[in-house]
C-alpha cells in the first residue's frame, strides 16, 4: 500500500503562525547581522545601542539590559567593553548604588544607534500593508504571546500596558478608545497599546493577574 503524504491541512493555524514569526525573527537577524557588518558592529552590540537609545537620556544598569535582551550579564559586559572602546557608549557607577554599573550613549552612540534602527524597515514595510484593523489585531495578539512568553520565562518583564500599574482596561464606554493611560490620564485605543514604553511601571503581584484578565475579558466581548 502507498505511504500517505502529509497533507497541508494537517497543520494547525498555531503551527503556520509559529512558522511564520520564526520567519519574521529570522528575517530582522539576518538585517541586524548585515547592517552590523557593515558599521563593523556584532547583533548584541546593535541591540544594545538601540535599547539605550530607546531609553533616551535615561542610565541604565547593565544587569537590566541583559534582562532586557535575554542575554548573560558576561556577554552584555564583553558587547559593552567594545561599545566603550569604539567611543559609542558611556560605563559609569551609578549615583544611586555605587555598586550597580550604568550605561548611556555617547554623542556618537546616539548617531550610530538612529542608523541601526533601520534594521526593522523590513518588518516595517510588511505591518504597514496590514489594514488597520488586522494592525490592531495583530498587536492584540502580540500583547498575548509577549505575556505568555513572559510566564514561561523565555523573556524578562516587557514594558507593555498590559502588565503596568497605570493601565486600566475597558473602563470606558468609547469602543474606539475603550482603556486608560493613568500616567498620561488618557483615554488609549487598541492600537494605541504599547509593547515598550518608556513610562512603564510594573503593576503589583496582587493587581496583575486580575488585571491581565480584565484585559483578555473585555476583548473577547468586543
Ligand atoms: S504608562 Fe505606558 S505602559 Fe503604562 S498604561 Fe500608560 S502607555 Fe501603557
Not at 153 to 162: E, F, K, L, N, P
Amino acid at each position: 500500500m502507498a505511504t500517505r503524504l502529509p497533507m497541508h491541512g494537517e497543520k494547525t493555524v498555531v503551527d503556520h503562525i509559529t512558522v511564520g514569526l520564526g520567519k519574521i525573527a529570522t528575517a530582522l537577524r539576518s538585517q541586524a547581522w548585515e547592517g552590523g557588518t557593515a558599521r563593523r558592529l556584532t547583533p548584541t552590540q546593535g541591540h544594545i545601542l538601540v535599547l539605550l537609545a530607546e531609553r533616551a537620556a535615561k542610565a541604565v544598569r547593565l544587569n537590566d539590559v541583559a534582562g532586557e535582551l535575554c542575554l548573560t550579564a558576561a556577554t552584555v559586559s564583553d558587547a559593552v567593553i567594545t561599545l566603550v572602546e569604539k567611543k559609542l557608549v558611556k560605563k559609569e557607577r551609578s549615583a544611586e548604588d555605587r555598586r550597580a554599573l550604568v550605561l548611556t550613549l555617547t554623542a556618537a552612540g546616539r548617531r550610530e544607534a538612529s542608523q541601526i534602527t533601520g534594521w526593522t524597515e523590513v518588518v516595517q514595510a510588511g505591518v504597514k500593508g496590514l489594514t488597520p484593523a488586522e494592525q490592531t489585531v495583530f498587536l492584540r495578539g502580540l500583547t498575548k504571546v509577549m505575556h505568555s512568553l513572559q510566564e514561561q520565562g523565555v523573556i524578562s518583564v516587557a514594558r507593555m500596558c498590559a502588565g503596568c500599574a497605570y493601565f486600566q482596561p475597558y473602563v470606558h464606554a468609547d469602543a474606539a478608545r475603550p482603556h486608560h493611560c493613568g500616567f498620561v490620564n488618557k483615554p488609549l485605543g487598541e492600537g494605541q497599546l504599547r509593547l515598550d514604553c518608556p513610562d512603564f511601571i510594573p503593576g503589583s503581584e496582587a493587581d496583575q493577574p486580575r488585571r491581565w484578565q480584565e484585559f483578555v475579558r473585555g476583548g473577547e466581548g468586543h
